[in-house]
């Protein structure tokens, strides 16, 4: 079957109002941007966002936030978005925060078809009390907190009761993908994509380099293309260094 889309703006055509999505990337590095920039075209909003991170001010998913286009995000980390803030704090946007390693399992439950699991991860603190913050009144009062999670001990350690993360949409980006949809990710950029693509009930891809059927080998390809319904290109330049850090010309000894 052949899954390559005419444009971006065909792929993400019926993501509806209110849907929620499972995004890939970390920081900067391989986040779907030609599909994020397709969905900030659409005008769709009221989006319930899972990533690592929101990008930040002006790009990646920095531009659905920036655009008033996200309810609600679970994240692992916020800290490289200004607007990010100012609308948590300001009660305009829900926000889950959860540790990174209990996310990225919390995809892979969804993806994998398991309803929840155990992790020692927050147990002892607020995670397991409840209480956090997940979204502000205007007045600065607390609108929307967090449940208490279950806990169960194994082994004479507390283990908190976390539920598995799926998506109605699932916006990933590749370095390789076949017609038929198989993945190959490149390096570091392959980070959430995987987890992300399994748990989303709609998989699209934007991809870098789009080959035929069996120019990849099986032993190279990162996601079988079971996985994914949509494939479009993506341009290779569309890439941002999130902080760039170089050394002084001249130092000293």
């Given at each position: ?6 444009s ?92 990174q ?26 995670v ?69 693509a ?31 319904d ?24």
């Open positions: 079957m052949d899954k390559v889309v005419g971006a703006a065909e792929a993400v055509a019926d993501i509806s109002e209110g849907a929620s999505l499972a995004v890939g990337g970390f920081g900067l590095c391989g986040i779907p941007s030609t599909l994020i920039a397709a969905l900030v075209a659409a005008g769709t909003g009221g989006l319930r966002v899972t990533s690592n991170n929101c990008g930040v001010d002006d790009w990646g998913l920095g531009l659905l936030l920036r655009a008033g286009r996200i309810a609600r995000m679970t994240s692992s980390y916020v800290g490289e978005n200004k607007e990010f803030a100012r609308q948590y704090l300001s009660g305009e946007l829900e926000v889950e925060l959860v540790p390693g209990t996310l990225a399992e919390r995809l892979r439950a969804g993806g994998a078809g398991i309803p929840a699991f155990y992790t020692p991860a927050g147990a002892g603190t607020q397991e009390e409840g209480g956090l913050p997940w979204r502000y009144a205007p007045d600065g009062s607390v609108l929307v907190a967090s449940p208490p999670k279950e806990v169960r001990e194994f082994a004479g350690r507390p283990h908190l009761l976390e539920e598995a993360i799926t998506a109605d949409f699932a916006l990933v980006r590749a370095a390789v993908a076949d017609r038929h949809g198989n993945l190959v990710f490149h390096a570091a950029a392959r980070n959430f994509n995987p987890l992300a399994t748990a989303g009930r709609t998989t699209i891809v934007e991809a870098e380099r789009i080959v035929e059927p069996g120019e990849l080998a099986p032993d190279a390809v990162h996601l079988p293309g079971i996985h994914v949509r494939v479009v290109p993506a341009d290779p330049a569309d890439k941002r260094i999130e902080r760039r850090t170089v050394l002084s010309a001249t130092r000293e000894n």
